[in-house]
């Protein structure tokens, strides 16, 4: 079984839904990201924990807003997504070194 | 501000024609610079961490090196398989940016056969 699992893989959504989307891990690291990826712009910080009571913001959380269930589980929320929002989505934990295991991502497109 | 930028954008090389990808990186103080590879639709995959210049670690046929100003990841005698975005990222010593990393756009490696 993948060690970070992104959950859906696929979705299509309209504007102004809400929409969540999970992330879990069994690597056992406290740290986990989000990060969007848009072609030529590489991958874009969105927000980051370090434990449950610790959450970050990163370079482009406008928009959106996450929730550290446990320490195995980071979700990323659109409170009202728009088409710009329209992007490739992977989560990522990080052990003491701060190297970085990325889930398979989560394609997302905004109608 | 860190930033991080690669080049090429794109390579097209011949199986068996080594070269190198280049990436640039400005922080106040560099903790770490990451190498992973991302095949399309796929997260990225951790290659290497760098942690002082005159550093180089290697993994089959890549090998990456650190000076103070850049990393290059060289490629020696690729194969098809070698095809795939190759992403660099830094860790600045500075509080607010040591616990994340940021990421240059890529460089799209294709490696005919």
């Known amino acids: 079984d993948a060690d970070v699992t992104q959950t859906p893989r696929n979705r299509i959504t309209k504007t102004g839904k809400r929409i969540m989307l999970e992330c879990s891990q069994t690597?056992?690291?406290?740290?986990m990201y989000w990060y969007r990826q848009d072609p030529g712009l590489g991958l874009r910080l969105i927000y980051y924990?370090?434990?449950?009571?610790?959450?970050n913001k990163g370079e482009i959380s406008d928009g959106y807003s996450v929730s550290r269930q446990a320490q195995a589980k980071f979700s990323l929320s659109l409170e009202s997504a728009i088409p710009n929002q329209t992007a490739l989505y992977f989560c990522a934990t990080a052990d003491y070194r701060y190297e970085q295991y990325f889930g398979p991502g989560t394609r997302l497109t905004v109608t | 501000e860190d930033q991080v930028t690669q080049s090429p954008e794109a390579l097209r090389l011949q199986e068996g024609e080594s070269s190198s990808l280049n990436c640039s990186y400005t922080v106040s103080g560099l903790r770490g610079l990451f190498w992973y590879r991302q095949d399309p639709g796929k997260g990225p995959e951790f290659l290497f961490t760098?942690?002082?210049a005159g550093e180089e670690k290697e993994k089959e046929r890549l090998k990456a090196t650190l000076t103070k100003k850049e990393s290059f990841l060289h490629i020696t005698a690729p194969k098809p398989e070698d095809s795939a975005t190759y992403l660099c990222?830094?860790?600045?010593?500075?509080?607010?940016?040591?616990?994340?990393?940021?990421f240059g756009s890529g460089t799209q490696l294709t490696v005919l056969p």
């Open positions: 760098l942690y002082s």
């Open positions: 990222a830094v860790q600045a010593i500075s509080s607010g940016s040591a616990r994340q990393l940021t």
């Open positions: 924990s370090f434990d449950v009571k610790d959450i």
């Open positions: 690597k056992g690291h406290d740290r």
